[in-house]
């Protein structure tokens, strides 16, 4: 049974930083790619950041320089620090491997992330 627990989020101003975090209990944890996602209110959820378990990393266009994915396989915990955050940041994110996301399977509750102008 695979759980995702996200944490970290909260209300900044544009500008600041967060760094949210994912707890995975996943056996194996080393071996798959893991990724952060978000869902604004009334869009679809989409991929922010994926790092594979060689440590590549791939983000989209809109966060590229300003956020940074990382894994701890100790800990089975994915990162993601995010910088000189926007207003259009806001919206639930959440982590999940890479092969369940597209599944459609196994989200967590997620972490909301609210930046004011």
């Known amino acids: 049974q695979v759980q995702l627990v996200e944490s970290g989020g909260g209300l900044v101003q544009a500008g600041e930083s967060l760094r949210l975090s994912c707890a995975a209990s996943?056996?194996?944890?080393?071996?798959?790619?893991m990724a952060w996602y978000r869902q604004a209110p009334g869009k679809q959820r989409e991929l922010v950041a994926m790092?594979?378990?060689?440590?590549?990393?791939n983000y989209t266009v809109s966060v590229k320089g300003r956020f940074t994915i990382s894994r701890d396989n100790a800990k089975k915990t994915v990162y993601l620090q995010m910088n000189s955050l926007k207003p259009e940041d806001t919206a639930v994110y959440y982590c999940?491997?890479?092969?369940?996301?597209?599944?459609?399977?196994?989200w967590g509750q997620g972490t909301q992330v609210t930046v004011s102008s």
């Open positions: 999940n491997t890479v092969t369940s996301a597209l599944a459609n399977r196994n």
């Open positions: 996943i056996s194996f944890f080393s071996i798959y790619a």
């Open positions: 790092i594979t378990s060689n440590r590549s990393t």
